[in-house]
């Protein structure tokens, strides 16, 4: 029911309940009625010849079928008058509980709960921590697992009621209750570790469990009346007293509610409790504020936008969000502001300790007003002067502009850079040479450096067309994708770890999440349209009915892994100690930061506590974004990064293939037992032969002492086995010697069926995912980000400032799989709708990324802030018009990447010479591309190129990421003791296990980033400790020695000259000019002459002396940056 229905119906309850006498409680949300009154659940009335009978069954009058029982004599409680009332109450001894093995009513998760009951105590003297009720989480196996479940009671003779987490934290109250004294308890747990205590009407705390906190509860939860669920022998937890009514919600009642029960039970128990009167808004409260405040926010004036007329617009805000929280004054605005002496301002009349009571009083009972209530989305705060801004306008056609130098154009795109070129009076530098030009295009397209031979190909062919026929080659390479994909995997994020990462020798793989990686580098390959590629990734599971598939077909299990882009966000939840509220909103929190920073190239980070300072985004419009994602990361039913892994099968598969394996199994364990039995009879006749060959007097021990368990043995038993095992045991190769010709041929027989058995055993893959497991709660706008302070609830939207025109239905209507709400898929919609602001701004982030890789600077410098605080783009002209043919060529990367590659914009050389004088001047840090720019290698294309160069890269593709060892001095090396082979400590970097902090040192020398957030464009440095690791890093000299024996394998010619030429090519993608051919020979010769004269050997000197000529290549800077 929704809570402003819930709360009209409780004012006519409350008022029918003044009238009549008992009237029952509100049954919304009502899984549990256990009325002593009503033990059959007949509803019969209080009937005096039940007084002193056992209670084997209190009935639930809830409908709910939650009826408690016990069936031992001893264990039963009894009925009992209550004395003050004259109600029926059940009278608990001190060794009687009731139980039900299964709770129905409650949801998987972080449930939420109101318990009610009238009980009284007896003594405490031998039950000092006694136990009410309980309620526990079960395993499968009938386990109760830690922090899943509940109890009510006391603890340690205090007699003060807790409420405990099964052990976990416990909040106590201030009011003694076994105090001999019928009392009225109420119990409340509002989710995400808030808990609330009333004694006798009042409340008495609020407050949140700390350190050990709620875990959630599991699908089946038991409950016990009396005692802890499963622990019949503790003396110490049963309870002594007497239970009168009982009352479980699944939910908070609202104050008025809860009034109408505290009513209902004081009148039926004759209970001291006093019901204060509640303030209503239209009688008490408006008065309060039409005398001080409505001048300012309310009548004529509307101050910060705030208007105090009425609930709804107290509930809607101002320009600092809502001002009440309704059941929570101390985070309320209003009250704040007043009880600081903010408010009224100075001059004015202050508030009377009275009035501000009536406030407080006001807000913690829920607000209550006769008005209905109506809160409606704060109107938009977009203003024209904002969408002035160049990147919340659609993209524009525009005609290619003519040029005056018409023979430097190969292609559209030189049309609008010649343009803008020759504004300024500049033109294009001269075209890279065929040897830069090759290493170039190789590195951008495919991330690895050409081998000599394919740069004497390239060079060699003369033919018109060469740098396409090399391009179109190279596009179809499957390489292509681990190059484009890296950049993809750092824009989202991607590692192949959970949690912060920030234990060097701590690493935490998430398995099988490195086949999203393998999906990107796919996805690339095959050219998937990125429009495709982007939904899959925020709604794969939303695009097919997977869930009631017979068997997963590719295209689903394809869907299901690309949601793991979802789970790029750190996530500490996996340990028990941060699986908190505040660590899981802050992953949903960065999971919408992401998504956003990702594919919208927008910061959003401050508008999670206001309205951003800089962008058109409101704090409205930040939560509203996230809750687009609040199903997945449900903060209420919370599914940790470690069981965010499934079954690469589908449910339905996954139990046939378990099911024929148990069978098969249990076929392998009886001939398994079958042999065993073979051997151990082989092992009792040799024992008992051996045995005959020792003096008597010490037969007899002995024959104990082997048979005898190991850990059984006494200290003899230990001696004599120490002596004669050896002659006396066989080994299991005796054994084997010894059996006969029958028992031979029946375990080879066991053998080969075995062996076939185990053939036919079948497995399956692990897959991560991110769905939807349960329906989600409310999204609130979180006054400065705080969980506790939840202000206007939200909607499911986009970013308003990328919404030209209001949607047509709720978010909630759209069409979608009946697996899921469909939030994210209809978010894709949006965001691919090429026809929409949305989409073509989302086109324009994605190929602006797309030149940012090839020109190393995006036409946006800030290619992860589109906003008014990134940078304008340079070309706005030529980045609508690439973002156009991007979205009419069907959203497709690799034609949009030739056409980049084939402007002679991308082909001309990064020197600089006495010609470029004047663009220096004019344009110093090349934002207008008179030459190309001179790049260095990304950190795996340092690691890669030199793998390339020495031969021994290994090419595989996909797989298993390599893993990581940690050494004491600080390195991280690969740890090859657990590879499938020695070779495949080679494989490309992209497959080097990703970490959020502590990568390969190689790689991080180089500036692999850190993956605190996502990154959009890396950031080279040049420091020494690059040039120290190029010297001295044993992986380096490894390489240098390795590249060098390739020379000497692969250089058509032996000569000196020959191996410079081709370590020169396969480092540096050029031959040797003649000035370098001399030096180079030069220090062969040098070299080779020195470890001659230490006694080495010719042929091993000549190499050691290539390996230092290879070495000194891999140092220079020509072998880490592009020209």
């Given at each position: 029911?929704?809570?402003?229905?819930r709360?009209?119906?409780?004012?006519?309850l409350?008022?029918?309940?003044?009238?009549?006498?008992?009237?029952?409680?509100?049954?919304?949300?009502?899984?549990?009625?256990?009325?002593?009154?009503?033990?059959?659940?007949?509803?019969?009335?209080?009937?005096?010849?039940?007084v002193?009978?056992?209670?084997?069954?209190?009935?639930?009058?809830?409908?709910?079928?939650?009826?408690?029982?016990?069936?031992?004599?001893?264990?039963?409680?009894?009925?009992?008058?209550?004395?003050?009332?004259?109600?029926?109450?059940?009278?608990?001894?001190?060794?009687?509980?009731?139980?039900?093995?299964?709770?129905?009513?409650?949801?998987?998760?972080?449930?939420?709960?109101?318990?009610?009951?009238?009980?009284?105590?007896?003594?405490?003297?031998?039950h000092?921590?006694?136990?009410?009720?309980?309620?526990?989480?079960?395993?499968?196996?009938?386990?109760?697992?830690?922090?899943?479940?509940?109890?009510?009671?006391?603890?340690?003779?205090?007699?003060?009621?807790?409420?405990?987490?099964?052990?976990?934290?416990?909040?106590?109250?201030?009011?003694?209750?076994?105090?001999?004294?019928?009392?009225?308890?109420?119990?409340v747990?509002r989710?995400?570790?808030?808990?609330?205590?009333?004694?006798?009407g009042?409340?008495?705390r609020?407050a949140?469990f700390?350190?050990?906190h709620?875990?959630?509860?599991?699908?089946h939860?038991?409950?016990?009346?009396?005692?802890?669920?499963?622990?019949?022998?503790?003396?110490?937890?049963f309870?002594?007293?007497n239970?009168?009514?009982?009352?479980?919600?699944?939910?908070?009642?609202?104050t008025?509610?809860?009034?109408?029960?505290?009513?209902?039970?004081?009148?039926?128990?004759?209970?001291?409790?006093?019901?204060?009167?509640?303030?209503?808004?239209?009688?008490?409260?408006?008065?309060?504020?039409?005398?001080?405040?409505?001048?300012?926010?309310?009548?004529?004036?509307?101050?910060?936008?705030?208007?105090?007329?009425?609930v709804?617009?107290?509930?809607?805000?101002?320009?600092?969000?809502?001002?009440?929280?309704?059941?929570?004054?101390?985070?309320?605005?209003?009250?704040?502001?007043?009880?600081?002496?903010?408010?009224?301002?100075?001059?004015?009349?202050?508030?009377?300790?009275?009035?501000?009571?009536?406030?407080?009083?006001?807000?913690?009972?829920?607000?209550?007003?006769?008005?209905?209530?109506?809160?409606?989305?704060?109107?938009?705060?977009?203003?024209?002067?904002?969408?002035?801004?160049?990147?919340?306008?659609?993209?524009?056609?525009?005609?290619?502009?003519?040029?005056?130098?018409?023979?430097?154009?190969?292609?559209?795109?030189?049309?609008?850079?010649?343009?803008?070129?020759?504004?300024?009076?500049?033109?294009?530098?001269?075209?890279?040479?065929?040897?830069?030009?090759v290493?170039r295009?190789?590195?951008?397209?495919?991330?690895?450096?050409?081998?000599?031979?394919?740069?004497?190909?390239?060079?060699?062919?003369t033919?018109?067309?060469?740098?396409?026929?090399?391009?179109?080659?190279?596009?179809?390479?499957?390489?292509?994708?681990?190059?484009?994909?890296?950049?993809?995997?750092?824009?989202?994020?991607?590692?192949?770890?959970?949690?912060?990462?920030?234990?060097?020798?701590?690493?935490?793989?998430?398995?099988?999440?490195?086949r999203?990686?393998?999906y990107?580098?796919?996805s690339?390959?095959?050219?998937?349209?990125?429009?495709?590629?982007?939904?899959e990734?925020?709604?794969?599971?939303?695009?097919?009915?997977?869930?009631?598939?017979?068997?997963?077909?590719?295209?689903?299990?394809?869907?299901?892994?690309?949601t793991?882009?979802?789970?790029?966000?750190?996530?500490?939840?996996?340990?028990?100690?941060?699986?908190?509220?505040?660590?899981?909103?802050?992953?949903?929190?960065?999971?919408?930061?992401?998504?956003?920073?990702?594919?919208?190239?927008?910061?959003?980070?401050?508008?999670?506590?206001?309205?951003?300072?800089?962008?058109?985004?409101?704090?409205?419009?930040?939560y509203?974004?996230?809750?687009?994602?609040?199903?997945?990361?449900?903060?209420?039913?919370?599914?940790?990064?470690?069981?965010?892994?499934?079954?690469?099968?589908?449910?339905?598969?996954?139990?046939?293939?378990?099911?024929?394996?148990?069978?098969?199994?249990?076929?392998?364990?009886?001939?398994?037992?079958?042999?065993?039995?073979?051997?151990?009879?082989?092992?009792?006749?040799?024992?008992?032969?051996?045995?005959?060959?020792?003096?008597?007097?010490?037969?007899?021990?002995?024959?104990?002492?082997?048979e005898?368990?190991?850990?059984?043995?006494?200290?003899?038993?230990?001696?004599?086995?120490?002596?004669?095992?050896?002659?006396v045991?066989?080994?299991?190769?005796?054994?084997?010697?010894?059996?006969?010709?029958?028992?031979?041929?029946?375990?080879?027989?066991i053998?080969?069926?075995?062996g076939?058995?185990?053939?036919?055993?079948r497995?399956?893959?692990?897959?991560?995912?991110?769905?939807?497991?349960?329906?989600?709660?409310?999204?609130?706008?979180?006054?400065?980000?705080?969980?506790?302070?939840?202000?206007?609830?939200?909607?499911?939207?986009?970013?308003?400032?990328?919404?030209?025109?209001?949607?047509?239905?709720?978010?909630?209507?759209?069409?979608?799989?009946?697996?899921?709400?469909?939030?994210?898929?209809?978010?894709?919609?949006?965001?691919?709708?090429?026809?929409?602001?949305?989409?073509?701004?989302?086109?324009?982030?994605?190929?602006?990324?797309?030149?940012?890789?090839?020109?190393?600077?995006?036409?946006?410098?800030?290619?992860?802030?589109?906003?008014v605080?990134?940078?304008?783009?340079?070309?706005?002209?030529?980045?609508?018009w690439?973002?156009?043919?991007?979205?009419?060529n069907?959203?497709?990367?690799?034609?949009?990447?030739?056409?980049?590659?084939?402007s002679?914009?991308?082909?001309?050389?990064?020197?600089?010479?006495?010609?470029?004088?004047?663009?220096?001047?004019?344009?110093?840090?090349?934002?207008?591309?008179?030459?190309?720019?001179?790049?260095?290698?990304?950190?795996?294309q340092?690691?890669?190129?030199?793998?390339?160069?020495?031969?021994?890269?290994?090419?595989?593709?996909?797989?298993?990421?390599?893993?990581?060892?940690?050494?004491p001095?600080?390195?991280?090396?690969?740890?090859?003791?657990?590879?499938?082979?020695?070779?495949?400590?080679?494989?490309?970097?992209?497959?080097?296990?990703?970490?959020?902090?502590?990568?390969?040192?190689m790689?991080?020398?180089?500036?692999?980033?850190?993956?605190?957030?996502?990154?959009?464009?890396?950031?080279?440095?040049?420091?020494?400790?690059?040039?120290?690791?190029?010297?001295?890093?044993?992986?380096?000299?490894?390489?240098?020695?390795?590249?060098?024996?390739?020379?000497?394998?692969?250089?058509?010619?032996?000569?000196?000259?020959?191996?410079?030429?081709?370590?020169?090519?396969?480092?540096?993608g050029r031959?040797?000019?003649?000035?370098e051919?001399?030096?180079?020979?030069?220090?062969?010769?040098?070299?080779?002459?020195?470890?001659?004269?230490?006694?080495?050997?010719?042929?091993?000197?000549?190499?050691?002396?290539?390996?230092?000529?290879?070495?000194?290549?891999?140092?220079?800077?020509?072998?880490?940056?592009?020209?």
């Open positions: 029911m929704h809570p402003l229905l709360t009209t119906f409780a004012f006519a409350l008022a029918l309940c003044c009238s009549s006498a008992w009237a029952d409680p509100p049954r919304d949300g009502l899984i549990l009625w256990l009325d002593a009154a009503d033990l059959g659940g007949g509803k019969s009335g209080p009937n005096d010849s039940q002193g009978l056992p209670v084997t069954r209190w009935v639930d009058r809830s409908s709910h079928g939650n009826h408690l029982e016990q069936h031992r004599d001893d264990r039963q409680p009894i009925v009992e008058k209550d004395a003050t009332s004259g109600q029926p109450m059940v009278r608990f001894d001190g060794d009687d509980l009731l139980e039900l093995d299964r709770l129905e009513g409650l949801s998987v998760g972080d449930q939420m709960f109101h318990i009610v009951f009238v009980m009284r105590s007896l003594d405490e003297s031998d000092t921590s006694q136990r009410i009720l309980d309620f526990e989480s079960r395993e499968s196996d009938g386990t109760v697992p830690k922090r899943q479940g509940f109890w009510i009671g006391a603890q340690k003779g205090r007699g003060l009621v807790r409420l405990g987490i099964h052990e976990g934290d416990e909040g106590e109250g201030l009011h003694v209750a076994w105090d001999g004294h019928s009392h009225l308890l109420e119990l747990y989710a995400e570790q808030t808990f609330e205590m009333y004694f006798d009042q409340r008495e609020r949140m700390n350190g050990t709620f875990l959630g509860l599991k699908e939860v038991s409950l016990a009346l009396g005692q802890h669920v499963n622990q019949h022998d503790n003396e110490q937890t309870f002594r007293g239970l009168g009514e009982v009352l479980f919600y699944n939910r908070p009642l609202t008025i509610e809860r009034q109408q029960v505290n009513q209902y039970l004081k009148d039926k128990f004759s209970l001291s409790t006093e019901l204060a009167e509640l303030p209503q808004f239209e009688a008490d409260v408006r008065p309060i504020l039409a005398t001080h405040c409505l001048e300012c926010h309310g009548n004529d004036t509307r101050e910060a936008g705030l208007d105090l007329r009425s709804s617009s107290m509930l809607i805000g101002g320009e600092a969000g809502p001002v009440i929280v309704r059941g929570e004054p101390d985070y309320s605005e209003l009250l704040t502001r007043i009880e600081s002496g903010q408010m009224p301002p100075e001059g004015e009349s202050r508030l009377t300790e009275e009035e501000v009571r009536t406030l407080r009083e006001w807000i913690e009972a829920d607000a209550p007003a006769e008005e209905p209530v109506v809160i409606t989305a704060p109107p938009s705060k977009i203003t024209d002067e904002d969408r002035q801004h160049w990147a919340w306008n659609r993209p524009k056609p525009h005609d290619p502009p003519e040029v005056r130098q018409a023979e430097l154009v190969s292609n559209d795109i030189d049309r609008f850079v010649l343009a803008r070129l020759e504004q300024e009076g500049l033109s294009y530098s001269q075209e890279a040479d065929a040897h830069s030009l290493r295009v190789y590195f951008d397209l495919i991330g690895l450096p050409p081998s000599p031979h394919e740069v004497r190909q390239f060079v060699d062919d033919q018109p067309g060469a740098c396409e026929r090399l391009i179109d080659r190279l596009l179809e390479s499957q390489h292509f994708g681990e190059r484009w994909g890296r950049h993809w995997l750092d824009v989202v994020g991607y590692v192949d770890v959970h949690g912060s990462d920030n234990d060097f020798a701590i690493i935490k793989p998430l398995s099988g999440k490195w999203y990686r393998d990107v580098v796919r690339f390959n095959e050219d998937k349209p990125f429009d495709r590629f982007l939904t990734q925020l709604a794969g599971d939303e695009l097919c009915d997977w869930r009631d598939a017979d068997t997963f077909t590719p295209e689903m299990l394809e869907n299901l892994v690309a793991t882009f979802l789970l790029c966000a750190n996530d500490d939840s996996s340990q028990n100690e941060l699986n908190t509220p505040d660590i899981r909103h802050h992953v949903l929190q960065r999971t919408s930061e992401t998504v956003a920073n990702a594919l919208l190239a927008v910061t959003m980070q401050c508008a999670k506590c206001h309205d951003h300072k800089y962008e058109p985004i409101s704090q409205y419009d930040y509203s974004f996230e809750s687009i994602f609040a199903p997945v990361f449900n903060v209420r039913n919370w599914v940790t990064a470690e069981n965010r892994v499934r079954p690469a099968v589908s449910d339905i598969e996954r139990t046939q293939i378990d099911e024929a394996n148990a069978a098969l199994q249990k076929q392998i364990d009886e001939l398994t037992t079958r042999r065993d039995e073979i051997h151990a009879n082989c092992r009792t006749r040799l024992i008992a032969e051996r045995l005959e060959g020792l003096p008597d007097d010490i037969r007899g021990a002995v024959r104990s002492a082997v005898a368990p190991s850990d059984q043995r006494t200290d003899e038993q230990k001696k004599l086995v120490e002596q004669h095992e050896s002659s045991v066989p080994t299991d190769e005796q054994i084997k010697a010894e059996l006969t010709e029958a028992e031979l041929d029946e375990c080879s027989r053998e080969s069926q075995t076939d058995l185990k053939a036919e055993l497995s399956y893959d692990q897959i991560t995912w991110a769905v939807e497991n349960a329906a989600a709660p409310a999204t609130h706008v979180l006054r400065r980000g705080n969980y506790l302070r939840p202000g206007l609830e939200v909607q499911p939207a986009l970013l308003d400032i990328l919404t030209t025109e209001p949607t047509s239905q709720p978010w909630s209507d759209v069409e979608h799989s009946t697996t899921s709400n469909g939030r994210r898929l209809e978010l894709a919609r949006q965001l691919t709708d090429a026809d929409t602001l949305a989409g073509g701004y989302v086109a324009r982030v994605i190929v602006n990324r797309l030149w940012q890789q090839l020109f190393g600077r995006g036409i946006v410098e800030t290619s992860d802030n589109f906003g605080s990134g940078s304008p783009p340079t070309h706005p002209e030529l980045l609508d690439l973002t156009l043919e991007f979205i009419q069907g959203w497709h990367v690799k034609s949009l990447i030739k056409s980049m590659m084939m002679n914009a991308y082909r001309q050389t990064s020197r600089i010479d006495d010609n470029s004088k004047n663009a220096e001047e004019v344009d110093p840090a090349n934002k207008l591309l008179w030459r190309m720019n001179l790049r260095r290698l990304d950190s795996e340092v690691r890669d190129s030199m793998l390339t160069s020495s031969g021994k890269l290994d090419r595989s593709i996909g797989g298993e990421p390599l893993p990581l060892d940690v050494q001095d600080g390195m991280v090396r690969i740890k090859t003791d657990s590879l499938p082979n020695p070779g495949s400590q080679w494989r490309r970097s992209l497959y080097v296990l990703a970490r959020r902090n502590y990568q390969l040192t790689l991080r020398m180089f500036d692999q980033p850190i993956v605190t957030r996502n990154c959009s464009l890396r950031k080279p440095t040049s420091v020494v400790t690059q040039s120290l690791t190029l010297l001295h890093d044993d992986f380096v000299l490894e390489q240098a020695e390795f590249m060098a024996r390739r020379a000497m394998d692969e250089a058509v010619e032996q000569s000196d000259p020959e191996l410079v030429s081709w370590a020169f090519t396969a480092a540096l031959p040797t000019d003649a000035e051919s001399a030096w180079s020979v030069d220090l062969l010769a040098r070299h080779a002459e020195r470890y001659q004269a230490q006694g080495m050997e010719a042929d091993p000197a000549r190499l050691k002396a290539v390996a230092h000529l290879c070495h000194m290549l891999l140092n220079t800077n020509e072998f880490l940056y592009l020209p």
